[in-house]
């Protein structure tokens, strides 16, 4: 009768654990849709542009208003604090350069923007290919806005690639586009270049974080006993920060380690303590270890990691899954003692900017550093060069996004913006 007592017991505990398991994977069901590496994604809804859609209309907002009107630009009378660079190809017919743009200056204090030096470069041979050429608001809004060196031997390569137009083509041809932008931004001598593909969407505030993030990173490297750094990114792909199959011997040995600890700590408990004998018997144990701490091992998995484990605020070391090449900020010296040389030397054909640069980097043991959260996120779905072409340029399953990035909150950005704002007038006062 005892036996059958305990048994009823067993049952009824396991009932138990099964209901309260039920509850916690609804849970999770519900937060972690938007974790590309877990069982609870729902891309239909991961992928919604809740915050990039705000940032877009404010962006054409103030694009529209840059047509017509003088806006803020860098005073010249100044060394920038950051130079951006950013290369645009025509997508036939669409482009979304307009809003990248757009949201990048808008919100700027005249403050802000007087100390950035902004380059759009139109990267054909001839510039009037490009759905944007000799735009009004593309005039009012860039500081620059150059085109290929005049030698002929250049031009001839560069009308070559444009010709040939496949991968090979394109991965050379870029390496000259970016020579262009940091030779451009390197005749202003700013502190920091910061390279920006031409579709993405700022988040209100870039700029202020980014310069924390620097000077963050500036101080990390110092501790690690290096001068400099090469990059830090402001975008990488929340896809690729999941259960890497690279690292699963050390997901067996955590999970192998969490069942040894639970084994020694429960059979210690009945062998220490003579009342625990009665309700930790080895069927309790057997079921514990054998089926229960199983189960939420596996459930904690299926979650995901950036759900389970998300990546604090902060700069983080990103040596590895940090792709793509959408935003980096480089300090000036890595630009002229590496990067230029490095893109105008080169005969690579065989790898795109972001693979060729993260290739050279792991060569030399160069820092790479990433700010947590992003500062912009990737909007195009169209490519530049054929890959992955949408018509619409609508989203795809392929293409580099953070999910994380759609769920900042306009209102508290924006008073964090003011704040800084606020913070920085009151020091130039001081100062004056």
């Known amino acids: 009768m005892l036996a059958n007592f305990h048994n009823r017991g067993i049952v009824s505990f396991f ?60 005073a010249n009378s100044t060394t920038p604090d950051l130079c951006i660079g950013v290369a645009s190809v025509s997508r036939h017919g669409f482009s979304y350069l307009k809003e990248t743009l757009g949201s990048i200056l808008e919100g700027l204090d005249r403050l ?58 394109h991965a050379r041809k870029q390496k000259i586009d970016y020579s262009v932008l940091l030779d451009e931004c390197a005749k202003v001598h700013p502190k920091y270049t910061m390279t920006l593909e031409d579709d993405v969407i700022a988040l209100d505030g870039w700029y202020h974080r980014a310069l924390s993030a620097l000077q963050t990173a500036t101080r990390k490297t110092r501790e690690l006993g290096q001068d400099n750094f090469l990059y830090l990114r402001v975008f990488y792909d929340g896809r690729l920060l999941g259960w890497n199959s690279e690292e699963w011997p050390l997901y067996v040995e955590s999970s192998v380690a969490v069942l040894i600890v639970e084994v020694i700590v429960l059979v210690a408990l009945r062998w220490r303590i003579a009342a625990m004998r009665k309700f930790l018997t080895l069927p309790v144990i057997l079921l514990l270890c054998g089926v229960c701490t199983p189960m939420l091992i596996g459930l904690f998995f299926a979650a995901g ?109 924006a008073k964090e913006h003011r704040a800084w704002i606020a913070e920085m007038r009151e020091m130039s006062s001081k100062q004056a």
């Open 112 to 169: 802000e923007r007087e100390r950035i030096y902004l380059v759009v470069f139109l990267a054909h041979t001839d510039q009037s290919q490009h759905e944007d050429f000799h735009q009004p608001w593309l005039l009012n809004m860039a500081d620059n806005l150059p085109n290929y060196p005049s030698d002929l031997e250049t031009l001839d390569l560069v009308r070559q690639l444009e010709i040939d137009g496949n991968y090979e083509a």
């Open 305 to 413: 990691r950036n759900c389970m484990m998300p990546k604090t605020p902060g700069v983080h070391l990103m040596h590895q899954y940090g792709c793509c090449a959408q935003g980096l900020v480089f300090p000036q010296r890595q630009v002229l003692d590496h990067l230029l040389p490095l893109y105008r030397n080169t005969q690579d054909d065989h790898a795109a900017v972001d693979t060729f640069l993260e290739d050279w980097a792991n060569n030399h043991d160069s820092l790479r550093w990433a700010v947590t959260p992003v500062l912009i996120q990737h909007v195009g779905g169209k490519s530049s060069h054929g890959a992955g072409d949408q018509e619409s340029g609508s989203l795809t399953d392929d293409m580099p996004f953070d999910y994380s990035f759609e769920m900042n909150d306009p209102i508290e950005l």
């Open 15 to 74: 009932l138990g654990f099964l209901l309260c398991y039920a509850v916690v994977a609804a849970y999770l069901r519900s937060k972690c849709y938007r974790d590309p590496s877990s069982v609870f994604f729902k891309p239909e809804s991961a992928r919604v542009l809740t915050y990039s859609s705000f940032r877009k209309a404010q962006a054409q907002k103030f694009g529209d208003l840059a047509a017509s009107h003088a806006v803020a630009k860098w």
